[in-house]
């Protein structure tokens, strides 16, 4: 399984099959280096990507899409440039918390830890929680974490597979020993989730246009 497959004999192994016939691979993560791709994770906290884009736009126009120029950049001209991402003051302290973290550990020594170290040193920064720092392990590190979001809740929970309310880590757990899997695959299933939730499994769900709706015990009420 960790060759890059998922079996379809399970429930979890079913969706990703179905998900990935209806809408192809996916080529996730957005973003032109592994730096671009955790700025990305740390912006896009409580908002669109659209405007997580818009911003990282931003800090090219000025040349500071860097490390060091962002951590030397005044606090009130980066809020200014992280305006489209929303809550810009509080997301300039987090990325500047986060870049200090990279400026003093070195992102080539990062990528010799352990996984479970790796997270547990991404997670001691202020500012970086469970979904992010599994969002910078998966698409920046390449490591097989499984990235749970809000999508995840509401998909797998009206599909009867979680009841939603698990807490992070539990939910994550159960993920990762349901489908135990090469970081490429936990990257196309997680983009797969998503790219299903906008598509159809919507807050207002389109049942009707839903490639997962015969097993889905929410389409059945």
Known sequence: MNAGTISPECPFGQIYHSLLDRYGPQHW????????????AILTQNTAWRNVEAAINNLKGDN????????????????????????????????????????????ERLRELPTGELRRQL???????????????????ERPVFVI???????????????????????RQRFEGAVDASAAIYNEYHALIVRHAKSACRVKPAC?????????AYAAK
């Open 29 to 40: 993560w957005p973003g032109e280096t592994p730096f671009e791709v955790m700025v990305g």
């Open 64 to 107: 500071l899409l860097a490390v060091d120029k962002i951590v030397n950049c005044p606090d009130a001209q980066l809020a200014q440039l992280l305006r489209p991402s929303g809550y810009f003051n509080i997301k300039t302290t987090r990325l500047k918390n986060f870049c200090r973290f990279l400026q003093a550990s070195g992102f």
């Open 123 to 141: 997670l001691a920064v202020n500012g970086v929680g469970p979904e992010t720092a599994d969002s910078i392990l998966l698409y920046a590190f």
């Open 149 to 171: 979001d809000a999508y995840t809740r509401r998909i797998f929970s009206r599909f009867g597979l979680v009841s939603g309310n698990e807490g992070y880590e539990a939910l």
């Open 208 to 216: 009707s246009e839903c490639v997962l709706g015969a097993g889905c």
